[in-house]
Structure formats: structure tokens, C-alpha cells
T-cell receptor
């Protein structure tokens, strides 16, 4: 079965702190993609990253980094030196090649960065 | 490059009234999606189009929901009649599909529907 679990419903940190958002997924397929999207108060889902199942290299983009570990079925997202503009709901998602790349989203983690 | 455009951004209607949402995808994207997002939840797919063809509408409540993408570009999602439980955000997304593989989906700002 396809499933994405974001156990952290809501997180609050003070500006400049580092924060990690957890994502655990379930899939029976060997070929799949993992995603992170950001949804600020304006409502638009902003694409952050897509990672395929054969690429376990960690990714860094500015203050954002992602840790993909197939052994634990996790795809965690870390924001370093958080800023108030990082406040948003963050969604982890999974798509499987054998399911026509249909995306299944987690329930999201609401992140509050306090000034 | 313009992103996915949706209108209206907000809509308030009384129950049993009809409502329609419009989406214009990113130029060149042949695949278009409509998603429903309830409060505190992730988006859930309602329908997926590849060009003019609805290739996945298994989650679309066909008794009251309908969608069309007549020329393979813009799309309209309609609810008739609306019910209280339809209050949610309706998101449109687009992507490029070729050779049976789909690229990353990009989302519009959504339409927030309130049914009174």
C-alpha cells in the first residue's frame, strides 16, 4: 500500500534555529519518487524537491537539505538557520511509477518560525 | 514563465447552488490535475487529464461534480448542486507527460470554496 506519514502535526521554533521535518513512507514498488512541497498562507503549493528511489544522495539547496534513507523509508527535510518566511505547511509526497505517477500526500506539518 | 492560474481565488455560495472553477495550466504542459484539499489535510486527486482525455477520474464524485478540458489547455471543474461538505480548497496542477512518464506537478494558488 502507498502511504506517507508526517508524524509532526505542528512545530514551533525560534528564528535562526535549525528544524527537521520528518517523513516516513510505505511502498511496495522499487521505482518511486519522493517530493516535498511548501504551502505558505497564500495557499499555493510550491515545489521544493523531487528525488527518485535510486538516488540516495543527500541534497542541499541553500538553507534546505534533505536526507533520504531507504533503510528506514524516510525522507526528512531540514531547514538550517530558520527564518520567519519559512513559516508554512510542508507536505511530503510519494508517487509510484507503477501507479501512473499518482502523487499521494502526507497530512502536512505546520511550521511556525517565531521572531 | 507564468505559473498555473486559477480563478476565482475565493467563492462563497449557498448550498444547492452551482459553482465553477477555472484553471489555466503552465504553457506546454499536457497533463492537468484537479485536487481537493480539506482543512488540515494534504491534497487528494479528483481527476487527471492528459490532453483532452480524463485518464483518472476514479475519485471524482460524479453525481455532483463534473470537469472538462475541451481543447486540451484550460479546464473547468463544476459542482452542482453544492453541499456544505464541499467547503474546501480546490487546487489545479499541471505537468508534462511523455513516453508514459510524468514530470513534476506544479500547483496553482487554489480556489477556496465556502458553502453556507
Amino acid at each position: 500500500a502507498q502511504k506517507v506519514t508526517q508524524a509532526q502535526t505542528e512545530i514551533s521554533v525560534v528564528e535562526k534555529e535549525d528544524v527537521t521535518l520528518d517523513c516516513v513512507y510505505e511502498t511496495r514498488d522499487t521505482t518511486y519518487y519522493l517530493f516535498w512541497y511548501k504551502q505558505p498562507p497564500s495557499g499555493e503549493l510550491v515545489f521544493l524537491i523531487r528525488r527518485n528511489s535510486f538516488d540516495e544522495q543527500n541534497e542541499i539547496s541553500g538553507r534546505y537539505s534533505w536526507n533520504f534513507q531507504k533503510s528506514t523509508s524516510s525522507f526528512n527535510f531540514t531547514i538550517t538557520a530558520s527564518q520567519v518566511v519559512d513559516s508554512a505547511v510542508y507536505f511530503c509526497a510519494l508517487s509510484e511509477v507503477n501507479r501512473d505517477d499518482k502523487i499521494i500526500f502526507g497530512k502536512g506539518t505546520r511550521l511556525h518560525i517565531l521572531p | 514563465e507564468a505559473g498555473v492560474v486559477q480563478s476565482p481565488r475565493y467563492k462563497i455560495i449557498e448550498k444547492k447552488q452551482p459553482v465553477a472553477f477555472w484553471c489555466n495550466p503552465i504553457s506546454g504542459h499536457n497533463t492537468l490535475y484537479w485536487y481537493l484539499q480539506n482543512l488540515g489535510q494534504g491534497p487528494e486527486l479528483l481527476i487527471r487529464y492528459e490532453n483532452e482525455e480524463a485518464v483518472d477520474d476514479s475519485q471524482l464524485p460524479k453525481d455532483r461534480f463534473s470537469a472538462e478540458r475541451l481543447k486540451g489547455v484550460d479546464s473547468t471543474l463544476k459542482i452542482q448542486p453544492a453541499e456544505l461538505g464541499d467547503s474546501a480548497v480546490y487546487l489545479c496542477a499541471s505537468s508534462q507527460t511523455s513516453g508514459g512518464r510524468t514530470d513534476t506537478q506544479y500547483f496553482g494558488p487554489g480556489t477556496r470554496l465556502t458553502v453556507l
